[in-house]
């Protein structure tokens, strides 16, 4: 597995990148395996997954249209945050699942190991901002180009391309240089009718064809990844490579779903994806009475849970984030934190260096810090509204939890935080917090149904929007 990453890495950071430079150097053009602007978890290691097995089958090339092997290339998509240091500290989860998968023991990363884990990540992984670096320098030498892409995680692009195209788009970061055209999908997010239809063309030769699988249900979108590979007898043996893939596998469905116990996420898709890999774990030849999943799924678990400790709140709100914009114009944010909203406010307070021992000592909780924070995060990603959705373990009650916040920045979309708001207390159960009251436009509510996370309230605001 590790020298398939290296590879790829060395492919989009060469001169046969793109589809015109493969072709002519007489190679099939790549194909680059993109996850959702939120970079969590599920998403990057769908796109390693789904590169893994794909670059073994021979698919049908646009650019010349015959059918051959054609080279995949996971790219995390992060615009700012290269491979590296950088990315161990912002995706320590990613990191920690990266380096148990190769190794025999299933603890949290030790201090010594650091500088091992950040050169593993530099070596094999390849972000969008690497990529934006490396077209940098090549100057004006490289003019603008398409290149094929899969959607995991997503089915989307943000950045559409004039005239709205279907299945022609971008991501932040490289929307001045590179279009991409997608060719394939798989994911367990509501249909936005953005990657195209099969044709009957490809319908009588499926085999020759990227997937194209919308599939909303499935905690993990790793799971369908999974799935689709089964399927297509992609995983046909128990290598080496294959049981490190298995467990990286492994980490996100287990991750996304709590272990296969989060109430609402769990589906047989999953189930099963969870006893396949486990049993191509167990009957390797090479493998070792050490495996523990409980003991994997904790240590992954436990760098999650602690990623946020040394994350500043702007960090924090752009770690899992992601937006939309609607049919009316509005562009809608969401931001996803695994601590409460209490935290928040007292980490956004103690980095507030204006905060006085006034405020510090007033009674209740003081959201100012924080609402700042959030306010100037918002406007500087153009938003209309923004939310915050929580999802954490109660220490006092030891029971899963989730909060929701909505804001509306200007004054046209408050109505549409009070039709969102109709629908919350239908569909999510919620609760107003109680507390001192809030500005117009800003609601804080008890999410009642734990079962709904992001993938069900973002359609539901964007519907509210609409």
């Known amino acids: 597995m590790l020298s398939f990453l290296r590879q790829t890495r060395q492919l989009v950071l060469s001169n046969h990148a793109s589809a015109a430079a493969a072709a002519a150097a007489g190679q099939p053009s790549p194909i680059y395996v993109i996850g959702n602007q939120s970079a969590d978890l599920d998403s990057i290691i769908s796109a390693i997954v789904y590169s893994y097995f794909f670059s ?20 995390i998509n992060l615009p700012d945050v290269p491979s590296g240091q950088a990315l161990r500290r912002l995706r320590p989860e990613f990191a920690t699942a990266l380096w148990l998968s190769t190794e025999s023991t299933y603890s949290s990363i030790r201090p010594e190991d650091e500088s091992s884990v950040a050169r593993l990540l530099t070596e094999h992984v390849v972000t969008v901002a690497d990529v934006r670096e490396h077209v940098r320098g090549q100057g004006n030498q490289q003019s603008p180009t398409t290149w094929d892409a899969a959607l995991v995680d997503w089915n989307a692009l943000p950045i559409k391309t004039a005239g709205n195209v279907r299945g022609h788009g971008s991501v932040e970061g490289l929307e001045d ?3 991409f055209n997608v060719v394939g999908c798989i994911d367990h997010h509501t249909e936005e009718s953005f990657v195209p239809a099969i044709s009957e063309e490809d319908v009588n030769d499926p085999s020759s064809q990227p997937p194209r699988v919308v599939e909303v249900g499935p905690g993990s979108c790793t799971s369908l990844v999974v ?4 399927h297509r007898g992609l995983w046909n043996d128990n290598s080496e490579a294959n049981i490190h893939i298995a467990k990286l596998a492994l980490s996100a469905i287990l991750i996304d779903t709590g272990n296969l116990t989060a109430p ?14 486990e049993n191509v774990i167990s009957g390797s030849s090479s493998a070792t009475s050490s495996w523990n999943r409980l003991s994997f799924f904790e240590a992954v678990q436990h760098a999650k849970q602690h990623s946020l400790d040394f994350l500043t709140i702007d960090e924090i709100l752009a770690r899992d984030y992601k937006d939309w914009t609607v049919a009316s114009g509005r562009k809608i944010g969401i931001c996803s934190v695994v601590r409460s909203l209490p935290w928040l406010y007292e980490k956004a307070e103690s980095e507030n260096e204006k905060s006085s021992l006034e405020q510090s000592s007033r009674t209740g909780v003081n959201r100012e810090p924080f609402l700042e924070s959030l306010r100037f995060f918002a406007l500087s990603r153009s938003l209309s509204i923004v939310s915050v959705m929580t999802a954490f373990t109660a220490a006092e009650t030891g029971q899963f939890s989730r909060e929701l916040l909505a804001w509306a920045l200007d004054g046209e979309s408050v109505s549409c935080v009070e039709r969102f708001a109709q629908q919350a207390a239908q569909h ?17 509510w008890k999410q009642r149904d734990v079962t709904k996370s992001r993938k069900q309230v973002a359609p539901l605001l964007r519907d509210a929007c609409t």
């Open 428 to 444: 999510l159960q919620v609760e107003p917090c109680s507390g001192t009251q809030l500005p117009p436009g800003l609601k804080i």
């Open 227 to 230: 799935r689709e590979a089964r």
């Open 177 to 179: 240089r590179i279009t």
């Open 56 to 75: 073994k089958v021979a698919l049908r090339d646009r650019s010349d249209g015959i059918v051959k092997p054609r080279p995949h290339v996971p790219l």
């Open 264 to 277: 609402g996420k769990v589906t047989d898709v999953d189930r099963e994806a969870v006893a396949f890999l």
